[in-house]
């Protein structure tokens, strides 16, 4: 993950989110700013790049196939299998699972399509913070 602290948060990952800048509850920078922290998010816990990597078919990136997974109920009750719809890095020990998961829900927020639905930057590090404090 070299390099994303020297580019900046929204100078990390793929780019910017998919979506319509500057509107009134989300500025360009702050909407690929969370959009990113998301990405990172997904790449740190699948273990794969958000581009360029192995996907189950028919997906062509990471944000796709966790969006599919996470609409997908029975991940939430096989986290612990590791199997080729379960984005979890298969490396990362099974007492993790329960938190790499919610990690998965947060990442999934802040890649949401429409910026209105993504977290603030300030509500992501309370989720963090829960997170911290949860016990899994």
Partial sequence: MAG??????AG???G???ETRG???????ACDDVY????????????TPSLGGTYPQPFTGLVGWVHHVMKDKSLHHHH?????????????PTSCHGY?????????????RSPAKRPSVHQLVGLLKDLEHANL
């Fill in 4 to 9: 994303y602290g020297d580019r900046g948060i």
């Fill in 12 to 14: 990390a990952g793929p």
């Fill in 16 to 18: 910017p989110g998919p």
């Fill in 23 to 29: 509107t009134a509850t989300c500025t360009a920078a």
């Fill in 36 to 47: 990113s922290i998301g990405v990172i998010m997904m790449e740190l816990v699948c273990g």
């Fill in 80 to 92: 612990h299998h590791h199997h080729v719809f379960c984005p979890i890095d298969a490396s990362l």
């Fill in 100 to 112: 790499a998961l919610h990690l998965l829900h947060m990442a999934y927020l802040c890649t949401a």
